[in-house]
């Protein structure tokens, strides 16, 4: 089945010590993104790419940063956790076709402990 | 600023119906999802909207006023799994999603 997975699952990392979140995707979508939700709280947009252009939310903190190497893939880097950071990382692929809406679908996220 | 107001909780017992309400001030309107995510996991995409009026899915029902600005998502015979939360979000001008926090559901027998 074609999906969006993500790994880990569940992450603990220490308070400064970098950490990588990835996510894969079989759907051959062209627009992948990059969420953090909190509990009872809304998916907050981190970043996005559409292709290879990649667009960061204005009030994404320095500290996440994203790579794309190819269509299939995304990495989140946190340089240095903090407390705050604590969440659960939402990866989500759509397929722009040309003004048509296309929904989100979201890996199973990964859930980040900062100890 | 934009904004999406749900309510942040209701319950509901087993085999009823029940209707969760979404109102939206935004820059602009693409249409409007709603999304299912059980406690732990990610949302799973339910319905669209971008026309007035009721799209219906099954047990789940949408309707869209753009006019009131208002939505709602209406699911009949409630069954224990329907507990989660429901996610309204919205597509504005820039086709950027706005996300409602959510409406946390509890089903009860």
């Known amino acids: 089945d074609a999906m969006v997975i993500q790994n880990p699952r569940y992450q603990v990392t220490q308070f400064g010590k970098p950490v990588t979140l990835s996510c894969s995707q079989t759907?051959?979508?062209?627009?992948m993104y990059w969420y953090q939700q909190k509990s009872s709280q809304a998916p907050k947009l981190l970043f996005h790419?559409?292709?290879?252009?990649?667009?960061n939310e204005a009030d994404t903190p320095d500290n996440f940063q994203s790579r794309r190497p190819n269509t299939s893939f995304c990495f989140l880097d946190i340089r240095s956790p903090g407390l705050g950071d604590a969440a659960m990382y939402l990866c989500?692929?759509?397929?722009?076709?040309?003004?048509?809406?296309?929904?989100?679908?979201f890996g199973n996220g990964t859930r980040l402990t900062v100890t | 600023g934009q904004n999406i107001d749900q309510p942040t909780e209701m319950t509901a017992t087993e085999g009823a119906i029940v209707q969760i309400n979404c109102t939206y001030q935004?820059?602009?309107?693409?249409?409007l999802f709603w999304y299912q995510q059980h406690a732990g996991e990610a949302p799973t995409f339910l319905s669209y909207?971008?026309l007035d009026g009721l799209e219906e899915k099954g047990r789940f029902s949408s309707f869209l006023s753009r006019s009131k600005g208002y939505s709602y998502l209406l699911l009949k015979e409630l069954q224990m799994k329907d507990s989660a939360s429901y996610l309204c979000?919205?597509?504005?001008?820039?086709?950027?999603?706005?996300w409602g926090a959510g409406t946390k559901l509890i089903i009860k027998p």
């Open positions: 790419y559409y292709d290879k252009d990649f667009n």
């Open positions: 759907l051959n979508h062209n627009v």
């Open positions: 909207n971008v």
């Open positions: 989500a692929t759509s397929r722009d076709v040309g003004g048509r809406w296309s929904p989100l679908h």
């Open positions: 979000a919205v597509e504005d001008s820039n086709y950027q999603l706005i």
């Open positions: 935004t820059s602009g309107f693409n249409g």
